[in-house]
């Protein structure tokens, strides 16, 4: 797999190769406020990761995991 996303631990940051960042809270990708450092549009402290790398960090260690609904339909008769 190629790495199409950009991931900045430090920052808790995920981008796509567009330089979107994911906000975990609305679910979708924002443009970025930030500034580009380098004409690539790559943040010096991000490092390229796929998207199986991309979803592992999302879930365990972005601190907004997906988590499967549970709900209780009709009352407990």
């Not at 004409?39 to 972005?62: C, F, K, M, N």
Request: net charge positive.
């Amino acid at each position: 797999m190629s790495a199409i996303f950009r991931l900045d631990r430090s920052a808790r940051a995920l981008y796509n190769a567009k330089g979107q960042r994911w906000d975990p809270v609305a679910r979708s990708w924002r443009d970025s406020a930030e500034s580009t450092d380098t004409d690539q549009g790559e943040r010096p402290s991000s490092e390229p990761v796929d998207a199986l790398a991309a979803v592992t960090w999302l879930q365990r260690a972005s601190g907004h995991p997906i988590r499967v609904p549970i709900g209780v339909i009709g009352p407990r008769e």
